[in-house]
C-alpha cells in the first residue's frame, strides 16, 4: 500500500527537498517525531471555504488513512492538509472543486456499493483496501477513472504536509520536520552548509513569506 508508508512518501517527497538544500529524508528518532507529534496536536477545524461538512468529514477520514499519525510523527489532518485544500479550493485551486464533488460522492456511492457502508464507518483495513481500488482504477461510479481524481487528492494531500504554512498546511512546520528539512534560507555560509552536511543545521521554521524578497502568491500559484 504505497499511499500510506510513510517511509516512501519521505523517500519520495524528500528528493524534492534535497534539491532545495534539504537534509536526506530519513525517518526520525521515535522519541523526536513524538514530541513533535504532541505539539502540533490535531489542526482545529476552521469555517470552511468551499467543503459541505459532510464534504468535510469525508475527507478528514480518508486524509488520516492517506497518511496517518505515527511513531514517526504528526500524518495529514494534524498537518493541516484539509485546511490547506479547503482553502486552496476558494482561491488558487478553484478549477479543482468540481472534481472534488464529483469524486467525492462517487467514492462515498462505491463506499456503499462494494462495502455495505460510508467510509467513515468501515474498518481502517476496508478503508484502505478502498482507497486502493481507488488508486488502481479499479473503482467504478468515477467520471473517467478513479485513478485521476485519486492522484489529484493524493497531491494535494502532499502539498499541505510539506507545501509553506502560509497556504495553511504543514502545522508548525511538522511536515519540513518529518523531512528533516532546515527551512527556507536567503543565505548560506560556510559553517551554514557545514552543518547541512552533517545534518546539524538547526531548523530556522520560517516561512518563505517572512522575507521580504518573497512576493506573496495566491493559494495553489
Same mark, same amino acid.
Given at each position: 500500500?504505497?499511499?500510506?508508508?510513510?517511509?516512501?512518501? &519521505?523517500?519520495?517527497? @524528500?528528493?524534492?527537498?534535497?534539491?532545495? @538544500?534539504?537534509?536526506?529524508?530519513?525517518?526520525?528518532?521515535?522519541?523526536?517525531?513524538?514530541?513533535?507529534?504532541?505539539?502540533?496536536? $490535531?489542526?482545529?477545524?476552521?469555517?470552511?471555504?468551499?467543503?459541505?461538512?459532510?464534504?468535510?468529514?469525508?475527507?478528514?477520514?480518508?486524509?488520516?488513512?492517506?497518511?496517518?499519525?505515527?511513531?514517526?510523527? *504528526?500524518?495529514?489532518?494534524?498537518?493541516?492538509? &484539509?485546511?490547506?485544500?479547503?482553502?486552496? !479550493?476558494?482561491?488558487?485551486?478553484?478549477?479543482?472543486?468540481?472534481?472534488?464533488?464529483?469524486?467525492?460522492?462517487? !467514492?462515498?456511492?462505491?463506499?456503499?456499493?462494494?462495502?455495505?457502508?460510508?467510509?467513515?464507518?468501515?474498518?481502517?483495513?476496508?478503508?484502505?483496501?478502498? !482507497?486502493?481500488?481507488?488508486?488502481?482504477?479499479?473503482?467504478?461510479?468515477?467520471?473517467?477513472?478513479?485513478?485521476?481524481?485519486?492522484?489529484? &487528492?493524493?497531491?494535494?494531500?502532499?502539498?499541505?504536509?510539506?507545501?509553506?504554512?502560509?497556504?495553511?498546511?504543514? $502545522?508548525?512546520?511538522?511536515?519540513?520536520?518529518?523531512?528533516?528539512? *532546515?527551512?527556507?534560507?536567503?543565505?548560506?555560509?560556510?559553517?551554514?552548509?557545514?552543518?547541512?552536511?552533517?545534518?546539524? !543545521?538547526? *531548523?530556522?521554521?520560517?516561512?518563505?513569506?517572512?522575507?521580504?524578497?518573497?512576493?506573496?502568491?495566491?493559494?495553489?500559484?
Amino acid at each position: 500500500m504505497t499511499f500510506i508508508s510513510r517511509r516512501d512518501l &519521505l523517500k519520495r517527497v @524528500g528528493t524534492g527537498a534535497v534539491a532545495l @538544500g534539504a537534509l536526506e529524508a530519513d525517518a526520525r528518532p521515535v522519541d523526536a517525531a513524538i514530541q513533535t507529534a504532541a505539539a502540533v496536536k $490535531a489542526v482545529k477545524r476552521e469555517p470552511l471555504q468551499s467543503f459541505t461538512s459532510t464534504e468535510a468529514d469525508l475527507m478528514e477520514a480518508i486524509l488520516t488513512r492517506l497518511i496517518p499519525t505515527d511513531e514517526h510523527g *504528526p500524518g495529514a489532518v494534524d498537518c493541516g492538509a &484539509l485546511r490547506y485544500i479547503d482553502r486552496g !479550493l476558494a482561491s488558487g485551486l478553484s478549477t479543482s472543486r468540481q472534481a472534488y464533488t464529483a469524486g467525492l460522492a462517487a !467514492l462515498e456511492r462505491y463506499a456503499q456499493s462494494s462495502r455495505g457502508a460510508a467510509f467513515a464507518k468501515l474498518s481502517p483495513t476496508d478503508q484502505d483496501s478502498l !482507497l486502493i481500488d481507488v488508486e488502481t482504477g479499479a473503482a467504478t461510479g468515477f467520471n473517467g477513472s478513479s485513478a485521476a481524481f485519486f492522484a489529484m &487528492l493524493l497531491g494535494h494531500t502532499h502539498q499541505g504536509m510539506f507545501g509553506d504554512p502560509y497556504y495553511g498546511g504543514n $502545522a508548525n512546520f511538522a511536515g519540513w520536520d518529518l523531512l528533516r528539512y *532546515p527551512g527556507v534560507r536567503t543565505m548560506v555560509s560556510a559553517a551554514d552548509q557545514q552543518a547541512l552536511e552533517a545534518r546539524q !543545521l538547526k *531548523p530556522n521554521h520560517r516561512s518563505a513569506y517572512d522575507y521580504e524578497s518573497f512576493t506573496k502568491a495566491s493559494h495553489g500559484d
